[in-house]
């Protein structure tokens, strides 16, 4: 069975830190990228950040560069997201995905093959 499961959201106040792990099971951990997406209160779901796990390339919203760090470990199969000077807007259900493997990573939605349940992350100012 193809699992993905989030854990490690939370409350937060402006400027704290948290880490987002995403494990997973059930396929080929380095046949596919590995992103984050968040969706906000009346928002769209976004790409955060992805890897590719067969190279490391990684890529970065704007509004996560300089603050958040994806990493994972592959003999674990578990990929984090250490989110670093969070803001209130950063508010949001953050879900970790398996997406098609990519010569040029996109980190796109629509590339994805598998969802977590997503976990919530809120920032208080």
Not at 80 to 99: F, G, R, S, V, W
Request: charged share 15%; proline share 2%; glycine share 10%.
């Amino acid at each position: 069975e193809v699992q993905l499961v989030e854990s490690g959201g939370g409350l937060v106040q402006a400027g704290g830190s948290l880490r987002l792990s995403c494990a997973t099971s059930g396929f080929s951990f380095g046949d596919v990228a590995i992103g984050w997406f968040r969706q906000a209160p009346r928002g769209q779901r976004v790409p955060v950040s992805c890897i590719n796990e067969s190279d490391g390339s990684t890529y970065y919203a704007d509004s996560a560069k300089g603050r958040f760090t994806i990493s994972s470990d592959n003999a674990k199969n578990l990929v984090y997201l250490q989110m670093n000077d969070l803001k209130p807007e950063d508010t949001a259900i953050y879900y970790c995905a398996a997406l098609y493997r990519e010569i040029a990573l996109t980190c796109r939605a629509v590339t994805a093959l598998y969802w977590g349940q997503g976990t919530q992350v809120n920032v208080s100012s």
